[in-house]
């Protein structure tokens, strides 16, 4: 045993000495309680490596392609649906879609699923090309997400402003493959 400053304790040569210097330190006068401290002690020990456990992992995020209108065309010619998120950095909003909808493994699979996303960052300027997108359909903030048919026709019925929840997005993506869909 291995006192806090370094040295060995005077005394404390085994288990027993050392149990009987924790009871008169502690105040503890029957093995019940000395078990009851014991069970504490094992459950501070568990409870503090908690903080040495890995984090849990996190999805990774969708497999974003920055926007250009050439592969929106090609979504449009191999008669798949896109999904253009637009974004910033500084937007709480955002952050919190990228981070929380953008990342649910659910909404990953469904993107992976034929879904061409396209992500324009409006974090300083506008790349070039995403001025015109964002003239062409009128979007006045971030973060607005513009859903494609497999036709390549925008459905401002379910575009997006502001954060959603992965089972909103879930169902608007659900929509948006509907045959009904105008």
Known sequence: LI???????????????????VTHNLGVQTE???AELASLCVIVVFLDSLDEAPAPTRSPPVAWQPYRQALLEQAADEHRPALIDIYADWCVPCVEL?????????????LKGGIMTL????TSDF????QALIDRYG??????????????????????????????LL?????LASPETP
């Not at 790349?127 to 995403?130: E, L």
Request: glycine share 8%.
């Open 98 to 110: 990228d981070h929380v909808t953008f990342r649910n493994p659910q909404v990953i699979a469904r």
């Open 171 to 175: 169902k608007t993506l659900d929509r």
């Open 32 to 34: 019940a309680e000395l």
């Open 139 to 168: 979007v006045y903030g971030v973060p607005t997400v513009l859903l494609f048919d497999a036709q390549g026709r925008e459905h401002a019925e379910l575009r997006i402003s502001g954060f959603v929840t992965p089972d909103e």
């Open 119 to 122: 992500r324009v960052d409006a």
């Open 3 to 21: 006192h806090i400053d370094g040295h060995e304790p005077p005394g404390l040569q085994d288990a027993d000495e050392l149990a009987s210097a």
């Open 127 to 130: 790349p070039a090309g995403a």
